[in-house]
């Protein structure tokens, strides 16, 4: 199976989903326990709900691969992306609700977490950095959009409800202060939905790696309760009902993306 899916769009925009992926490889499943095998902690149903994205015309990357085999939002080295905070980790060993992935002593040592590095988390990030870099070079900027979800309830990571649209920009490190109250204000007019900025969810490794405003390369995480688009218990099922209320303020944050960007090629 391919590492990633990629289109290449035609505007100064990369969406990246890379934890939309449900495969696991048949040598690492073996080892896994029951519950690995219903992949809940999947950002499900990413490219549906996105569906806008290639007729709008933006470049697309999504992950293939289970987070459970290697989560590509982690940096490589596995540091913690928030000191003090409970989370999982760059080969996780448990579900977020701390459910073993591993039957016991099947879990990956350090030569099988530097094969699955080299294997799947690699050429995620190669695409990435390639395109940002070609997106920069054509257009004089480039614009990244890291799309999550997650269940609206886990106790492990927040108290209560999640809101229902967390954007993170690394407390205002990743891109540009305008552009962050103009989407920021997208969420505060999204009738019927809550919204956070740089809440318990700031961006991942993606979105603090690869957003270099100095640059002129803007990246932001929109991590997503999945509340608002699908079901999220067994079988997770999409619900076309609520995504067709959530979908135009996706596009509306990509509208501002575009804008921004129109407004400030180098």
């Given at each position: 199976?391919?590492?990633f899916?990629f ?9 990246s989903?890379p934890?939309?992926?449900e ?12 519950p ?13 709900l ?5 007729e709008?015309?933006a ?30 980790g ?7 609700h701390?459910e073993p992935?591993?039957q ?16 799947y ?26 799309a ?17 649209l967390?954007l ?16 920021l204000?997208v ?5 019927g ?12 490794h ?36 609520k ?5 135009p303020?996706?596009?509306?944050f990509?509208?501002?993306m575009?804008a ?5 090629r180098?």
């Open positions: 199976m391919e590492k899916l289109h290449r769009g035609s505007l100064p925009l990369l969406v989903m934890h939309a992926g495969h696991i490889p048949d040598d690492i499943r073996a080892g896994m326990s029951a690995a095998l219903d992949i809940a902690d999947t950002d499900w149903h990413m490219p549906q996105y569906s806008f994205l290639q709008l015309g470049s697309v990357l999504v992950a293939t691969h289970s987070r459970y085999v290697i989560d590509l939002n982690r940096p490589r080295d596995n540091v913690n992306l928030y000191p003090g905070q409970d989370t999982t760059l080969c996780p060993v448990d579900t977020f701390k992935l591993y016991p002593g099947k879990e990956p040592d350090e030569a099988e977490i530097q094969r699955r590095i080299a294997h988390w690699q050429p995620y990030h190669q695409q990435l950095q390639q395109e940002l870099q070609r997106l920069r070079g054509e257009h004089g900027v480039a614009m990244l959009w890291d999550h979800s997650i269940a609206s309830v886990v106790p492990r990571f927040f108290e209560g409800r999640l809101p229902d967390n993170g920009t690394a407390s205002g490190t990743s891109c540009a202060p305008e552009l962050e109250r103009q989407l204000q969420a505060v007019e999204a009738d939905y809550s919204h956070a900025l740089n809440g318990r969810f700031k961006g991942g993606i979105t603090r790696h690869y957003g270099k405003p100095q640059d002129n390369i803007h990246a932001i995480q929109l991590e997503q309760a999945q509340i608002t688009y699908m079901e999220e218990q067994l079988p997770f099922a999409f619900n076309p009902q995504a067709a209320k959530v979908q303020v996706l596009r509306r990509m509208d501002v575009l921004w960007a129109d407004a400030h180098a």
